[in-house]
Every structure is written in C-alpha cells, then in structure tokens.
C-alpha cells in the first residue's frame, strides 16, 4: 500500500515534465492507476477486519477521483482541457 501511495504524486510530478499532452495524460493514468490500487487496499482492510468500517469508509470517501476528467472538463479527445493548453 505505502508503494501505491508514493507513486501516486510521483507519477503526478514526472507526468507534470512532459511536454506533450498524450504523455502528461499517461502519468495521470498511472497515478489514477495507483489511487485506486490503495482504495482496494482499504476495501481489503475493511473486508478483513483489520480496521473499523468507519475508519475505512472516511478514508475511501476521501480518496480523490479528480484525476479521471469528467466530460465536461475533456476536449472531444478525451484529454483534459488542461492538458491541451500546457
């Protein structure tokens, strides 16, 4: 889990030095990729009783998905607006 959680904002911080949007929009597939690796993980956690449900579904609650753009925020590409002005 500490392996998934650490490339999250690696994968974040090399995708940012990237210059082209397909290769921005990779690493953010990446991390994307390993927050939800360290949600299973807490499912997991939760499942077998290793910590208490409600500790768990905070913690699942806050686990961001505003790596994934939704449609409103994505060129007709799918690659997020953001991606195709850098």
Same mark, same amino acid.
């Given at each position: 889990?500490?392996?998934?959680?650490?490339?999250?904002? $690696?994968?974040? /911080?090399?995708?940012?030095?990237?210059?082209?949007? *397909?290769?921005?929009?990779?690493?953010?597939?990446? !991390? +994307?990729?390993?927050?939800?690796?360290?949600?299973?993980?807490?499912?997991?956690?939760?499942?077998?009783?290793? $910590?208490?449900? /409600?500790?768990?579904?905070?913690?699942?609650?806050? *686990?961001?998905?505003?790596?994934?753009?939704?449609? !409103? +925020?994505?060129?007709?590409?799918?690659?997020?607006?953001?991606?195709?002005?850098?």
């Amino acid at each position: 889990m500490r392996r998934a959680a650490i490339s999250i904002p $690696a994968n974040i /911080a090399e995708g940012f030095t990237k210059r082209g949007a *397909s290769e921005k929009a990779r690493f953010l597939n990446f !991390a +994307q990729g390993s927050l939800e690796e360290c949600r299973y993980y807490l499912i997991l956690i939760q499942d077998l009783g290793y $910590a208490a449900t /409600a500790d768990m579904d905070a913690l699942l609650e806050e *686990s961001p998905s505003c790596l994934l753009p939704t449609r !409103a +925020q994505s060129s007709p590409t799918g690659e997020p607006l953001q991606m195709l002005n850098s």
